[in-house]
Every structure is written in C-alpha cells, then in structure tokens.
C-alpha cells in the first residue's frame, strides 16, 4: 500500500496488499474505507485497537486506511469518537469522492503526496463530523438481498444524496432505479437499516445543519431549502434529529 505520513499523529495508506509495519501514530485508532462494488455499499469501519495482522485481512482488496492518533481525534471533535469499533457504516457520496480523489490521484509524485495529505485530513474531519451530527447509517441485512437489487438499492440511496434537494416520492425513486415500491421499502430497512422517508429527512436536516454553520441564511429560508413548507415542521424535524432548536444549533456551533 502506498503511505502518506500526514503528521506525528496521523497516517494515510491506499491501495491493496499488506500494512507496513513502519512506526505508526502512538494510541492509533483506525478507519477503513472500502470503495464498493457491484451490488456492494460503500463502507467505512472503526478499528479501536489496529495492528497488521488486523489490518491485513482484506489485504487484496483496495482499500484507504487512515491510522490515527485517539487523542488527535477527541482533539478534532471536543469528545470521544462516536462511531461503534467494529461496526460497518454506509459511506456517503461526498466522503467517497474524497476517497476516490485519493486512491486515484494521478498528479506526478511531487503533487501526489501533498494532494494526498490534504485530502486524508479533508476525509478524516468529514468522516469525524458525521459521527457526530448522528448520520452514520450501519450497514444492515443478512445477506439475502442478490447483487443485482443490492446495486439497484445503492443507486437510490445515492439519488436521495443528490437530489435532496427534490420532492422524491417512492415512485420516482422506485421507477429511475429499477426496483417496484415493495423491493425498495424492504430493501431500505434490510441493507441500511432505515426506511426511504428516513433517509430523505436525515439527508435534508443534515444539509440544513450545514447551512446553520456556514450561511447567515434565517433559519426559516434554510428549512424552506430543505424542503420544509413551514419554520414550525423544519423547528420540530431538526429538533429531532439533532435535540436542539435549529437557533440553538446554529448559536452553539458559533459560540465553539
């Protein structure tokens, strides 16, 4: 695998084959980030407590493995890691990307390395800021979804992550990927543990919380982005999902 020392606390291996045994970060916790396939999710995994012989399992897949320090972590986030070790999360477009824009970087190896560095820290704060507005989806099911739906499940999962934005109703959703309604309702809460509303909304308030912290927009245009028709409905939805007021949130990351 190819390695990429980010810092003393932090570093970047891409790539398959086996994991060098070089120095790593001291109290190293891992993430494992596998880039999917044909009827396969995208996925991401805490290892609490890495070593080689842990890490190599996989070792002839391509994979990214971030290896870093607990404490830089904790630092990052003002708390513990809130992702389960061991558990297998679904991996959101956007953190994909930024794995792809890793693993296929082609710039000369001046370039590469930097490029690389950069986007490992891009991938590890974004992986970190997922934990923690409680958007990690587990990646569930007992294997009885076929390749072919599995892959067909993914391309509505990815379409609610790109078109939010949109009013998406299960017959849209069902028809542009292939699936009748009953195979994509079943098909949600087998593989990703949630039903198709769940995840539009968890989708739309996590990109309303992104709006919170980096736009002054008032709370009621973000809701109405977001596909709220009332501030009252988007108040209540987002109180839900993040246990405060969408001010409140907005007051508190500032004040951080």
């Not at 396969?40 to 070792?59: G, I, N, Y």
């Amino acid at each position: 695998m190819d390695r990429v020392d980010v810092s003393p606390e932090m570093i970047s291996l891409v790539g398959a084959g086996r994991i060098s045994n070089a120095p790593w970060p001291a109290q190293p916790v891992a993430f494992i980030f596998s880039f999917g396939g044909a009827g396969m999710p995208a996925t991401f995994k805490l290892v609490e407590q890495p070593t080689a012989s842990v890490l190599d399992r996989d070792s002839d897949e391509v994979r990214l493995i971030l290896i870093v320090s607990e404490p830089a972590c904790c630092r990052i986030m003002g708390h513990s890691i809130d992702a389960v070790g061991g558990e297998i999360y679904h991996l959101p477009a956007h953190l994909r990307a930024i794995g792809l824009a890793i693993r296929d970087c082609s710039l000369p190896e001046a370039g590469r390395t930097p490029y690389r560095l950069a986007k490992s820290i891009e991938l590890l704060c974004d992986t970190l800021c997922l934990s923690d507005t409680d958007s990690l989806v587990r990646v569930a099911g007992d294997g009885t979804i076929n390749c072919a739906d599995g892959k067909r499940l993914m391309a509505a999962l990815r379409m609610i992550e790109e078109r939010w934005s949109e009013k998406l109703t299960l017959d849209m959703i069902a028809r542009a990927c292939g699936l009748n309604r009953a195979k994509l309702t079943r098909g949600f809460r087998d593989m990703f543990a949630c039903s198709v509303a769940d995840a539009i909304s968890n989708q739309r308030l996590g990109e309303a919380g992104k709006m919170l912290v980096a736009t002054d927009l008032p709370v009621s245009s973000i809701g109405y982005r977001c596909g709220y028709l009332n501030n009252a409905s988007f108040t209540r939805a987002f109180a839900r999902h993040f246990g405060r007021a969408p001010t409140h949130y907005r007051a508190q990351r500032f004040a951080a």
